[in-house]
């Protein structure tokens, strides 16, 4: 059985080697669709019996994972030539500081989706449920989907 949830989150990015305005930092409202693949509980007289996970469990884990993490944040590339500058001017406002992330990636939606999957993944694993796919939409027409085992 296959469940979704989704959240939305406002982010701010660069794409520094882009040949057009993705260079530019600037903002999107993401869309992050989370896709739990696995049977329904059956022990009877549990709190999730005849769920395959509660949720607002798996909300939890998404406002831990991603919300409180980049919600209102930004993510660069570590080799990102103006890195400093970028680091700078995110300093200016101090609350900033735990949501700016330097990256060993370009934070494309689609290596963003595979981030994104790779940490809702941990926690999901460790409560021994299977995470099959992240969707992200970086516009309302331009998604990225990793499923599990995507390269
Ligand atoms: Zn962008």
Redesign the pocket.
Known sequence: MLITKEIEIDMA???CFHKSK?RNL???RYKIEVGVDDKINEEYGTSDYGMVIDFSDLKDIMKKELDERFDHGAVFYRNDPYRSKLEEMIMLNDQSKDKLHFVDFM???ENLCKYWFELVDKPLKEKGINLEYVKVW??PTSTAIYRRGDK
């Open positions: 990015h660069r794409v993705c600037h903002g999107h934070p494309t939606a970086e516009t």
